[in-house]
Structures are given as C-alpha cells and as structure tokens.
C-alpha cells in the first residue's frame, strides 16, 4: 500500500513539474543549408533514418514536443525548454544536425493565440500555412494580419529576438502579402511556407 501511495505522490509530483514547465517553449528552425557536404545517398538515407530515430527518442524523453517538416525541406521543431543552452545539447544528439545538413535557428516562443501541445501517440497529420514575421516593430507585424481571416487562425506566437510566426488553416497567398506597403518598405518579412504537423499540436479542437 505505501509503495502505491510513494507512486501516486511521485506521478503527482511529475504532473505538477510537467504543468510548471509547460510555458516554455523553444522554436527551432531547421533550414537546408545550401553550403552543406555532398554525401553519398546511402549516407544521406542513413543520416534520415537515425534524424527520425532521433526526434522519436527526445519526443519519448518529453524534451521534444511537436516536430513538423515545411513543404520543399527544412521543418520545425518545438523544445520543451526556453534556454538556448540546453536546446543546443539537446539538438547535439541528432546525427544529421551533427553533419550539418542544416541551418539551426532557436527561438524562445511565447504562445498568444494557441499554445503548443505534445502529441498522443496515435495522431493525424494536416496542413497548415505557417507564415514567418521578421519585424522591427510590432505594429507592422498587426497590418499585415489584418491580410488573414481570424477565424482561419490555429496559432499565433512571438519568437524572442526575431519576429514573430501565425499558423493558419486554407492557403496563403505570399504575393498579396509582398505586395503590401510595409513589406515592400522593408519594416517586415513574410515567408509563407506549407506545414506538415499532427493535428492538435498547436492545442487546436
């Protein structure tokens, strides 16, 4: 009877350190690098295989919380932390990272409409428009979301340092939002990319 109550008090002890650290978020950017080493394809298929290995590793370890590749190469990561360090020590684990297969940018991420939800085991990929804001001053980043339907919207957030991202239902059309006045001023950037994630990643019903 004590060894189930010793267990209760320590899964409670575990949920409640789990809740603490559920606002802290680290968004990792995975860009192929253009200037990356020419390997063989059975290296390249090799290195694949243990990146996917890998990312199923820190997701089981709760260090990794959702995951998702962008349509054309690259992806995103979310971290279940906001420090830089232990993001970095984290990544370090993945071979393909390793070989510099990739342009690695993190972000600590702070959720304003949605959040970040780690996924069950059974899940069910979509498609969202995941568009990137680079901006100076926040104001210009509220222009150009006026270009969205809110009710389209699954997810929008700040990344600390660089801007900011919105994850939206439906296509985007990246020229309407390159045409817009303070793209073309260059007070900001838009990149829209096409995301493939499990459903329910941004805590979306």
Known sequence: MKTIQKTLILLSLLASLADAQADKFMMVFLTIDPNRPQLPQQVIDSLQTAHMANIQNLANEGKLLIAGPFDGGGGIFVLATDSKDTARAWLSTDPAIRSKRWIIETYPYVPRIGSICRVVV???????SFIRF???????????????DRGS??????????????VVRGDIDEAVMKKDRVVREGKVGATVRKLFIAKGSFCEK
């Open 134 to 148: 680079e901006w100076k001053e926040e104001k210009v980043e509220n222009q150009l979301m006026k270009l969205v």
């Open 153 to 166: 919207i699954v997810a929008a957030g700040g990344l600390q340092g660089s801007g900011s991202i919105l």
């Open 122 to 128: 059974q899940y069910e990929m979509t498609t969202y």
